[in-house]
């Protein structure tokens, strides 16, 4: 409790300190300054020791870590500095300077870590060297010795004692995670072929000791979040299952994550806790220059997954989901065994995607788009098509891969801006029909499949000309673009862009 209330005492006098030095900075003399922000100065102080408490920042054992130390600081007067403008700007109390506003919090800020990190080298030193003194006198009075941890052996059971494992295993499930999770698994638990291996784990470690081959399910009850080598996991726990075997786990999604914040705070705070965990958590790790920072804060603990990617990574590791069912606040997954790991070398993570598609000869190209889908998503289309089928229009039905930015994006044609540099290569041409993965290729008829890859696709296709309805639609309408450009190629082309345009602008043709 002492210790506590020196680093509040502290934490005041940081935050003043650099209310001064701010003001100092100021064109106008402090005697003018120092009235006009005392007020919003004191509720500010006020607002800013609130959320330091709230966010633990004077918990000593927090700063053992230096990760956590960063991390504790800057969520706190991230949310402290949100609310403000938040307050200042949007209710106009006071007419506030950024300059001392912005300056006050980000000289806190340093002053803040600066203090973090001499408190954290120095206690980490005596902690050190207490640890030398328990190991000089550990070695002085006991000999090492080397311990192997062996793999558990493998015994081959009947079917009936193998069902008393799983009802026994089922019962610790319920015990441990509720009934609605026993029920959601048991039904695969009591058909599998092998033996049954229940852990709740982050390390792959625990999953590599095993034998391979072996089992007829893994089931980890460790939400996959807090892994920071997800694939690897996905691939080690590939590599012990049978083949048609499954792996049963649980993720917390986006959805249930904002689900979790908004009702965990009062409002406005949740808004603005929220934001901030979006940022930092969802925008930090795709960008290139952050990535790095991040990972090094987190460890990749507590990571922001969506189901897409979630299920995307499963599918590009040999996995195919058979079932997920919502329980509280997490999604439980089933996932089988079909095949052996893709081992991605490059899985789409940006903003700007590369993505595989066939070209004129039937030739494999790569078009270049604005991320509108969630990471990994292109392994599970599908999945998503098996699931929610089409829609009018030809597009996947419910494709909950799309993110909120990519819905606007694609209703603009943002997206496909990039798709200029491919007019420019010579992959494609401005007008024709539109290059298409291997899945939604493979639903074509064979005629037009074959017809379609004798030209080059393009960037605007038939479709905003003829809108279509249906995919048989869409087919036709293709059918009937190609036949009349391999008559006329140019005349066709300006009739078809001109087509498109009207319907654009004066029909509001959007994509989807």
């Known amino acids: 409790m002492k210790r506590r209330l020196h680093f509040v005492l502290f934490d005041v006098f940081f935050l003043t300190v650099s209310f001064l030095f701010v003001a100092c900075l100021k064109s106008a003399t402090v005697t003018v300054v120092l009235p006009t922000y005392s007020l919003p100065f004191v509720l500010f102080l006020i607002t800013w020791l609130i959320f330091s408490f709230h966010f633990k920042k004077y918990n000593s054992e927090k700063y053992i870590n230096r990760r956590e130390i960063l991390y504790i600081i800057l969520k706190s007067n991230f949310v402290s500095l949100a609310l403000g403008l938040l307050v200042l700007y949007t209710f106009t109390i006071f007419n506030v300077s950024r300059l001392i506003y912005f300056g006050t919090i980000l000289t806190a800020t340093v002053l803040e870590i600066l203090a973090a990190l001499i408190y954290n080298h120095v206690h980490t030193s005596k902690v050190i060297d ?35 494992e799983v009802k026994l295993i089922l019962e610790m499930i319920e015990s441990e995670y509720g009934k609605d999770v026993k029920d959601f698994i048991s039904e695969y638990l009591m058909t599998v072929s092998g033996p049954v291996q229940v852990v709740s784990t982050t390390t792959r470690f625990n999953i590599f000791a095993l034998p391979e081959k072996q089992y007829g399910c893994i089931v980890n009850f460790h939400k996959i979040n807090d892994f920071r080598w997800l694939n690897k996991f996905f691939e080690t726990v590939n590599d012990k299952v049978l083949n048609e075997g499954y792996f049963i786990g649980r993720v917390e999604t986006y959805t249930l994550r904002k689900k979790r914040i908004i009702s965990k705070y ?13 940022i930092f958590r ?16 987190t460890k990749g603990k507590n990571r922001a997954l ?3 990617e979630t299920f995307g990574r499963l599918y590009s590791c040999g996995f195919t989901v058979l079932d997920d069912k919502n329980i509280n606040g997490k999604l439980y997954f089933v996932s089988q065994k079909v095949k052996e790991p893709s081992y991605p070398s490059d899985p789409t993570y940006g903003p700007l995607v590369r993505l595989r598609r066939i070209g004129k000869g039937g030739k494999y190209f790569y078009v270049y788009k604005m991320r509108t889908m969630h990471p990994y998503s292109e392994y599970i289309q599908q999945f998503v098509y098996e699931k929610n089928r089409l829609e ?11 993110t909120t930015l990519g819905k606007f994006l694609r209703k603009f044609w943002l997206d496909e801006l990039p798709m200029l540099i491919n007019v420019l290569k010579g992959d494609i041409k401005i007008v024709g029909v539109r290059p298409l993965s291997s ?18 696709p393009g960037l605007i296709p038939p479709y905003y000309a003829d809108m279509p309805e249906s995919f048989e639609e869409i087919m036709e309408s293709e059918w009937k673009y190609l036949m009349a450009y391999e008559k006329h190629p140019f005349r066709t082309d300006v009739k078809y862009f001109f087509a498109a345009l009207k319907n654009i602008i004066f029909k509001n043709a959007r994509s989807k």
């Open 130 to 164: 207490y640890e030398n003194d328990f190991k000089e006198f550990r070695s002085s009075d006991f000999p090492e010795t080397d311990t192997l941890v062996s793999p558990p052996v493998i015994k081959k059971r009947d079917v009936s004692d193998r069902q008393v």
């Open 266 to 278: 009062l409002f406005p705070f949740n808004y603005v806790v929220y934001t901030f965990d979006v």
């Open 282 to 297: 969802r925008v930090f790790p795709k960008l290139s220059i952050l990535k790095r920072f991040y990972f090094w804060i």
């Open 306 to 308: 969506s189901q897409a």
């Open 392 to 402: 009018k229009g030809g597009k996947f039905k419910d494709d909950f891969r799309i």
């Open 439 to 456: 899945h939604y290729y493979n639903l074509y008829s064979e005629e037009l499949k074959q017809y379609r890859i004798k030209f080059k």
